[in-house]
Every structure is written in structure tokens, then in C-alpha cells.
């Protein structure tokens, strides 16, 4: 059974940045890994995700090119990096231990969560 916890959240202006982490103890390396984000009042939602390897990432497509998920295997823990932040980013922030190596985007396909960190984008 793999623990994660994330950090890194906070309040930003609009136009911003943040970095979360989530660091992992338990198995890591072997399994893709996730992010994924609740707004208040709306479902859970994917965010992105990276194999196993780092190698393959994929992005909901209207964030791509403002966050960037990475991986230090070594240091089990994945991070998100968020750009040019806007308003309608504000939610939970989930990571997500993957069952397989390989980048799914479904939750199901993730069987181990964080408790999520707060992320607060002001207008």
C-alpha cells in the first residue's frame, strides 16, 4: 500500500505559478502516476498523468502548455507544474497512484490517492 501527500498549494494571484508535489512512500517507481483536480462543486477532474518511466505524459487538453507533470523516481515524488494560472484553475489537487506503468486518465485506473492540497487563484 503506497501513502501519498501533497503540498505546494496555496493562494496566487492570476497569472502566477505554483509547483506541487507529492511524495510517496511504498511502491512508486513501477506505476504510472496522476493528477487530478475537484473545483468547488464539480466532479473530479483529470489534470495529467506520466508513466512510470517519465517518458509518456498526457494533459487535459485545455491546460496543455501551462502545467507540466514530472517524476523523480529516485525521490518518489511527482510534481505539477502550473503556469500562467487563472481563475477557474481554484480547486482540491489530487495525485494519484496509477495500477499499471503506463498513463491513464481515468480515475479508476488509480488506485491509491492523497488527501489533496488547496489551490486558490484570485482575480
Known amino acids: 500500500q503506497v501513502q501519498l501527500v501533497e503540498s505546494g498549494g496555496g493562494l496566487v494571484q492570476a497569472g502566477g505559478s505554483l509547483r506541487l508535489s507529492c511524495a510517496a512512500s511504498g511502491p512508486f517507481s513501477n506505476y504510472a502516476m496522476g493528477w487530478f483536480r475537484q473545483p468547488p462543486g464539480n466532479e473530479r477532474e483529470f489534470v495529467a498523468a506520466?508513466?512510470?518511466?517519465?517518458?509518456?505524459?498526457s494533459y487535459a487538453d485545455s491546460l496543455k502548455g501551462r502545467f507540466s507533470i514530472s517524476r523523480d523516481n529516485a525521490k518518489k515524488t511527482v510534481y505539477l507544474h502550473m503556469n500562467n494560472l487563472k481563475p477557474e484553475d481554484t480547486a482540491v489537487y489530487f495525485c494519484?497512484?496509477?495500477?499499471?506503468?503506463?498513463?491513464?486518465?481515468?480515475?479508476?485506473?488509480?488506485?491509491?490517492w492523497g488527501q489533496g492540497t488547496q489551490v486558490t487563484v484570485s482575480s
Open positions: 494519484a497512484k496509477g495500477r499499471v506503468p503506463i498513463v491513464q486518465l481515468t480515475t479508476s485506473a488509480y488506485d491509491s
Open positions: 506520466i508513466s512510470a518511466s517519465g517518458r509518456s505524459t
